[in-house]
């Protein structure tokens, strides 16, 4: 078991990753389940992930509420990683963000869909969560835990949803793998962008593809691909 040490300085690097890869900009965060506590997990403090130290890092309840703030203010947004880990014991890591590639999946009707091998693991078809048809006119947050939970409801069992008008969730086995999923989400969306602009019929990865991919458990390059974005966030992995 990893200590809660090594847990939080992963955590740390993990938002430093992601916004190195430009998946988070000053929005957009990433949590773990408590190594210790199943039923509490790790999240920064409200702050741009780039900029997370080890001391911003809190404390929760699966409700969503802090277990000791000690003045430092939270995400708006942490019931999405509650709600999550409420719904699916078996997810370690979530990360919601605001990738602007995949914005325009989100409200067009264009499906989602893996279009390369390393993509596989966003899922045969993401679906899109629109905040609106239960909740009506919102300024699009996910602020209370009845929203948190109509999101993880609408993300099932996959790896990841898209947010109508606001960006996508990701939950993963480990943290490694949900950083990965949502690197690869973005780069999913780009390419099939630039599919699309080629004119035809574009051939996604077949269902049987995806899961034969998926089924692999730890995808082949996790190690590989964890390693150079450590490198290139300039960080270090702990444990």
Request: charged share 20%; net charge negative.
């Amino acid at each position: 078991m990893e200590s809660v040490e090594s847990v939080i300085a992963n955590l740390v690097a993990a938002n430093r990753i992601l916004a190195h890869e430009n998946i988070v900009d000053a929005f957009g965060h990433v949590s773990q389940r408590h190594p210790e506590n199943p039923a509490r997990f790790l999240l920064s403090r409200a702050r741009a992930p780039e900029i997370i130290e080890p001391g911003d890092i809190m404390e929760f309840t699966l409700e969503g509420e802090p277990v000791d703030a000690k003045g430092r203010r939270p995400y708006l947004e942490r019931f999405i990683h509650g709600a999550i880990y409420e719904a699916r014991p078996e997810i370690q890591s979530v990360v919601h963000n605001h990738s602007h590639s995949v914005i325009p999946f989100g409200v067009t009707g264009e499906k989602l869909r893996p279009v390369m091998h390393t993509c596989a693991k966003i899922g045969f078809e993401i679906p899109v969560w629109d905040i609106a048809a239960r909740f009506g006119d919102t300024n699009m947050l996910v602020t209370d835990m009845a929203m948190g939970r109509d999101l993880a409801k609408s993300l099932g069992n996959g790896a990841s949803a898209l947010m109508r008008g606001h960006g996508c969730v990701v939950a993963g086995a480990s943290l490694q793998e949900a950083v990965y999923i949502a690197i690869y989400l973005d780069v999913n969306a780009k390419l099939q962008m630039s599919a699309r602009h080629l004119g035809g019929d574009i051939k996604f990865l077949s269902r049987g593809e995806v899961e034969t991919i998926i089924g692999e458990g730890a995808y082949i390059g996790l190690e590989r691909a964890w390693e150079v974005w450590f490198r290139r966030a300039g960080v270090a992995p702990q444990g």
